[in-house]
DNA sequence: CGAATGACAGATATTGAAATCTGTCATCGG
DNA sequence: CCGATGACAGATTTCAATATCTGTCATTCG
């Protein structure tokens, strides 16, 4: 079956999902990827450069994935300042979930957004604009106050503000009683700092 | 020389400090710290039961410095405004300064602060009082508005706010060239929310 | 012809035997 | 008597030999 399909990268980065996941990020190899599709692994460089390719192209493709989730949240019909908490509830709901739901699989992402620190920065931007978006409409709608330099300085204090309750850095410190507590206190100190 | 000097806790933590210093975390032994010492490596174990006790009591030594340090900001005679502000800024520069100039250090810093969470805990929970008494005085000075829940809870917010400007985790995105203009954004967020 | 293969060199990881370390405690010496 | 010692058992780490992996490329196969 598996043989009679032809050799995609899209194909090779679910296996090599597969295989992160089954092995963890320091046993997985580009000879298990071959084998779980059926090919040998001189197939596989044929379609990624380097083993370090094929796991930032794996990273980005799950990194991809929070983006098209939050987007909903950020295209809301609702106010500025309540799609602004929606989105950021969202975000930290949606990794604390990841992160709880399979630990293992948390470590194995932390370990290859370690490896590809440039395309985390790129990830960032995409939520830092999407955060900016918000902030420029809620000024628009007379929700927000004007920002105290520009939309993007803006958004990225408030996706550092709320780094705690994001940065997979810290997955270790959501399974504790009294974060949601410490994220509501920080949601309500964003809010109070750009409300007009 | 040191033969003739008593065995004391104070010593021990020294002499573990600078193997710590020189070894790494990793290589760091009991054997090691008494070779140093000049005693046997049963001695040490006289004045801490484990190896593990002996790298926590290092540990709260290394984070109680830092809160001294930053006793006079959080007791300088200025406005509340500027005296939070302040304190921030050094706490910044303080972990900055510690992380740029021996990278390493920090590294080994890192680990032990990894394997005490609960005397990382406690620190935090030091360094949070400070920012509620100058969030109190605040208050009361008029410069900053009551408190949307109570003291702690929006010192606390404070702190996790500026998380990404004093937690080590962060510690290799310290040397980016922005990252002074996204503290200094931070910064102008939570004086926003906090004033009256 | 173009995609897939597998042999190969150099780099990296695994393994198990040997060395070192942790923590205890009976004994020593001032 | 009391702090210091060093031998010891079990746990952990190191080291070097062995195996596996990465990345290339001449060759094969459809």
Do not use: C
Not at 110 to 126: A, P, T, Y
Not at 162 to 173: I, K, L, S, W
């Amino acid at each position: 079956m598996a043989a009679t399909e032809t050799l995609t990268a899209e194909r090779i980065l679910e296996a090599t999902e597969e295989v992160l996941r089954r092995y963890g990020p320091a046993k997985a190899t580009v000879v298990d990827v071959a084998r779980v599709l059926g090919v040998s692994h001189g197939s596989v460089y044929r379609h990624f450069r380097t083993k370090a390719a094929l796991r930032e192209a794996v990273t980005e493709r799950w990194l991809e994935r929070t983006i098209v989730a939050l987007r909903p949240y950020a295209e809301a019909p609702d106010a500025a300042d309540e799609r602004l908490t929606g989105w950021l509830t969202a975000l930290f709901a949606l990794k604390r979930r990841k992160a709880g739901g399979d630990p293992e699989l948390m470590a194995t992402f932390q370990v290859l957004i370690g490896e590809n620190s440039d395309v985390v920065h790129r990830h960032e931007e995409h939520l830092v604009e999407q955060i900016a978006r918000i902030v420029e409409d809620g000024h628009r709608e007379g929700v927000f106050a004007a920002p105290e330099r520009d939309y993007a300085t803006t958004a990225r204090a408030v996706f550092d503000a709320t780094d705690r309750f994001h940065d997979p850095a810290h997955a270790a410190d959501w399974a504790t009683t009294d974060i949601e507590d410490a994220f509501a206190a920080v949601i309500s100190l964003t809010q109070r700092a750009l409300r007009a």
